[in-house]
Nanobody, 122 residues
Framework: VQLVESGGGSVQVGGSLKLSCTIS????????MGWFRQAPGKAREGVAA???????SYADSVKGRFTISPDNAKNTVYLQMNSLKPEDTAMYYC??????????????????WGQGTQVTVS
């Protein structure tokens, strides 16, 4: 399974960005699709996720500002980010897995990850 992110960049406070993650290969493990982020010196945190039942989960810090949406025909998952804040600055990673999309953000060590795309808000 390969995940390729795109869409990161630099944006002013209050601006918007849309991240894309295209998934290829054996998609057997794609019950959960989602986005995590990691800022320098901080732990990786879950941002948004969607399960095979289309139920979404969001970190409290992004609720109402970020939206995750899949395009199953394109094997792509998007993250629309609005009203961006400096604290949203991080490397954003796309992931597929089995457990993290129930709101627990639990990682089993079986996930697939993209290479990351940098988002900088200033």
């Amino acid at each position: 399974v390969q995940l390729v992110e795109s869409g990161g960049g630099s944006v002013q406070v209050g601006g918007s960005l849309k991240l894309s993650c295209t998934i290829s290969g054996d998609t057997y493990s794609t019950y959960c699709m989602g986005w995590f982020r990691q800022a320098p010196g901080k732990a990786r945190e879950g941002v948004a996720a969607i399960g095979g039942d289309a139920v979404t989960s969001y970190a409290d810090s992004v609720k109402g500002r970020f939206t995750i949406s899949p395009d199953n025909a394109k094997n792509t998952v998007y993250l629309q980010m609005n009203s961006l804040k400096p604290e949203d600055t991080a490397m954003y990673y796309c992931a597929t897995g089995w457990a993290f999309c129930d709101g627990s953000w639990k990682l089993l060590g079986l996930e697939y990850w993209g290479q990351g795309t940098q988002v900088t808000v200033s």
